[in-house]
């Protein structure tokens, strides 16, 4: 018997949409990461870009546990000498709230070129609309 091995042309991609609010950020992230590299079907093949397109809406309403507004912090460098810079949660959610759930699901991704494939296929909107109404995406609870 030989080991099945699935085609470009077979991939059935569905939309879902996930609603933040009130969830916890790092569980709602590895649903989110499944979800887009497609590991909840039978038919998935790691070397291949098997997953579907997540819709998440209300990214501002996130929740985390214990003090992790204020202690958790993201680095970014500029290039230059000392040019380390951070910002905590809070801040972040409040500046760009749709920035926190891509980096904790990128994290969570495959560190290659369908790592970064499979983040093209994730959206995520501050409020509680979005424009892909047109691809009747399914809601999750």
């Known amino acids: 018997m030989k080991t099945y091995s699935p085609k470009p042309q077979d991939v059935q991609r569905n939309w879902h949409v996930v ?8 569980r709602m992230a590895t649903e989110i990461a499944v979800k887009l590299r497609g590991k909840d079907k039978p038919e998935f093949a790691p070397h291949m870009d098997m997953g579907d397109f997540v819709i998440v809406v209300n990214a501002e309403k996130i929740k985390v546990t214990g003090d992790k507004l204020k202690q958790k912090k993201y680095y970014r460098y500029t290039g230059f000498p000392g040019g380390i810079r951070d910002i905590t949660l809070e801040k972040l959610i409040q500046k760009k709230p749709e920035e926190v759930i891509r980096r904790s699901v990128r994290g ?21 609309d979005h424009p892909h109404a047109a691809q009747k995406p399914v809601t999750q609870e």
């Open 19 to 26: 609603d933040a609010q009130d969830r916890i950020l790092g």
């Open 108 to 128: 969570m991704l495959p560190k290659n070129k369908i790592g970064r494939e499979l983040l093209k296929k994730l959206k995520i909107y501050s409020g509680p």
